[in-house]
């Protein structure tokens, strides 16, 4: 959540172009684990439940009662979904020291990406009538995904490793291919989506482009949502973005970059995603993995017994944080593009706190310190 508005590296391009991956390339690559070796050393306790609501809950609605009140339940767990992917993502990208690198790039796109993601469920919700609460849906790391989603799949914050790319981002963008885990119980972000897609077709609400923001995000325009047909483009563009679709190899929406799975496959594997014959593997050019800042995995509950110069900077980033997800409600609460620019330009103060305590060792252990994007008070689960 920096400066991601604008990418310099590429001409702006439409949010609609993307290239369309086969599942077959996810067998590929190496099985996801649903529970990194990290992630199950820091995890304190059991998974907390979803605040807003279960994504198995609501699939299970029948197709006749997902009306106008149920689309605005699930847009507000699309809210939170969205929102937990960015620092995990975040702290990979600030980790890597060379930011001009192919990594940081690629990291730095999926941000924008994500952030574009979000953008795009607060003008949904809306649309169809609701608020985004966004400081309630601040996540606690470690912790699953809301909602649900990819169950047994823990998120936590480090800085970029091969276990982190593996664990954490392909587990959370993985496509709907084969994997260890049930559909039944254990829904993917696609299949959620896909489960909006069709409640906005059946209930055909009335939609509302007052309150709605129009920003460019990362290399996209975010723009109000005033038809079924803009609601279908827009969920598929989060669908394709982030884990692609099981389609022909051969349709291309216009530019070369991968998926959000298969680009964190390239970083995992060192090799980019190449045709082979009717399948893609990873064989392709090198993708050398980045010289980055040892920032270790923050534990439940934060740092303990932390210097009074990291703790300052943990306070700083925390507020700045804070202050962006404050200003981002007021944003869509009002209609108010002045506050999105603000919390924009609050983004940008992130990276400086969070890099600085990524050069700080912890004494007695190995690694650094990193943010921990700890969420507002209120938000908090009882005794964080």
Same mark, same amino acid.
């Given at each position: 959540?920096?400066?991601?508005?604008?990418?310099?590296?590429?001409?702006?391009?439409?949010?609609?172009?993307?290239?369309?991956?086969?599942?077959?390339?996810?067998?590929?690559?190496?099985?996801?684990?649903?529970?990194?070796?990290?992630?199950?050393?820091?995890?304190?306790?059991?998974?907390?439940?979803?605040?807003?609501?279960?994504?198995?809950?609501?699939?299970?609605?029948?197709?006749?009662?997902?009306?106008?009140?149920?689309?605005?339940?699930?847009?507000?767990?699309?809210?939170?979904?969205?929102?937990?992917?960015?620092?995990?993502?975040?702290?990979?990208? +600030?980790?890597?020291?060379?930011?001009?690198?192919?990594?940081?790039?690629?990291?730095?796109?999926?941000?924008?990406?994500?952030?574009?993601?979000?953008?795009?469920?607060?003008?949904?919700?809306?649309?169809?009538?609701?608020?985004?609460?966004?400081?309630?849906?601040?996540?606690?790391?470690?912790?699953?995904?809301?909602?649900?989603?990819?169950?047994?799949?823990?998120?936590? #914050?480090?800085?970029?490793?091969?276990?982190?790319?593996?664990?954490?981002?392909?587990?959370?963008?993985?496509?709907?291919?084969?994997?260890?885990?049930?559909?039944?119980?254990?829904?993917?972000?696609?299949?959620?989506?896909?489960?909006?897609?069709?409640?906005?077709?059946?209930?055909?609400?009335?939609?509302?482009?007052?309150?709605?923001?129009? &920003?460019?995000?990362?290399?996209?325009?975010?723009?109000?949502?005033?038809?079924?047909?803009?609601? &279908?483009?827009?969920?598929?563009?989060?669908?394709?973005?982030? &884990?692609?679709?099981?389609?022909?190899?051969? &349709?291309?929406?216009?530019?070369?970059?991968?998926?959000?799975?298969?680009?964190?496959?390239?970083?995992?594997?060192?090799?980019?995603?190449?045709?082979?014959?009717?399948?893609?593997?990873?064989?392709?050019?090198?993708?050398?993995?980045?010289?980055?800042?040892?920032?270790?995995?923050?534990?439940?509950?934060? +740092?303990?017994?932390?210097?009074?110069?990291?703790?300052?900077? #943990?306070?700083?980033?925390?507020?700045?944080?804070?202050?962006?997800?404050?200003?981002?409600?007021?944003?869509?609460?009002?209609?108010?593009?002045?506050? #999105?620019?603000?919390?924009?330009?609050?983004?940008?103060? #992130?990276?400086?706190?969070?890099?600085?305590?990524?050069?700080?060792?912890?004494?007695?252990?190995?690694?650094?310190?990193?943010?921990?994007?700890?969420?507002?008070?209120?938000?908090?689960?009882?005794?964080?």
């Amino acid at each position: 959540m920096t400066g991601t508005t604008s990418d310099p590296d590429k001409p702006e391009a439409s949010p609609f172009k993307r290239r369309s991956f086969v599942a077959a390339a996810a067998l590929a690559a190496a099985p996801v684990s649903l529970a990194g070796p990290a992630a199950a050393a820091h995890a304190a306790g059991p998974p907390q439940a979803a605040p807003f609501g279960s994504v198995a809950r609501l699939m299970a609605v029948p197709a006749i009662g997902r009306d106008v009140g149920w689309l605005r339940q699930a847009l507000q767990v699309a809210v939170e979904l969205e929102l937990s992917t960015i620092p995990p993502y975040l702290c990979g990208w +600030w980790s890597v020291k060379d930011r001009s690198s192919e990594v940081a790039r690629l990291i730095r796109r999926i941000v924008g990406d994500e952030m574009y993601h979000l953008g795009v469920v607060c003008n949904l919700l809306v649309a169809v009538g609701g608020r985004p609460r966004i400081s309630d849906a601040a996540p606690t790391y470690p912790g699953p995904l809301p909602g649900g989603v990819r169950a047994g799949v823990n998120i936590y #914050l480090s800085g970029l490793t091969k276990s982190v790319v593996h664990d954490v981002m392909m587990a959370i963008e993985a496509p709907d291919a084969p994997l260890t885990r049930s559909r039944a119980t254990s829904p993917s972000v696609a299949d959620f989506y896909s489960t909006l897609q069709q409640a906005f077709r059946q209930a055909a609400p009335e939609l509302s482009a007052r309150g709605q923001l129009s &920003e460019h995000i990362g290399s996209a325009v975010l723009k109000p949502v005033e038809n079924l047909d803009d609601v &279908e483009r827009c969920l598929e563009v989060i669908k394709e973005q982030g &884990e692609g679709t099981i389609t022909s190899p051969d &349709e291309s929406f216009g530019d070369d970059h991968p998926a959000h799975y298969y680009a964190f496959g390239e970083i995992y594997h060192g090799r980019r995603l190449l045709k082979v014959g009717a399948s893609r593997q990873f064989t392709g050019a090198p993708v050398p993995f980045p010289d980055t800042r040892p920032m270790a995995t923050v534990p439940a509950g934060g +740092w303990p017994h932390a210097s009074v110069l990291v703790r300052r900077l #943990l306070d700083h980033f925390d507020t700045t944080y804070h202050a962006v997800l404050d200003t981002l409600e007021t944003a869509w609460d009002g209609g108010d593009p002045s506050a #999105l620019r603000a919390a924009v330009h609050a983004m940008r103060g #992130l990276e400086t706190p969070a890099v600085e305590l990524m050069e700080i060792g912890i004494p007695g252990t190995p690694g650094n310190y990193g943010p921990q994007f700890r969420p507002p008070l209120s938000s908090r689960p009882t005794g964080q």
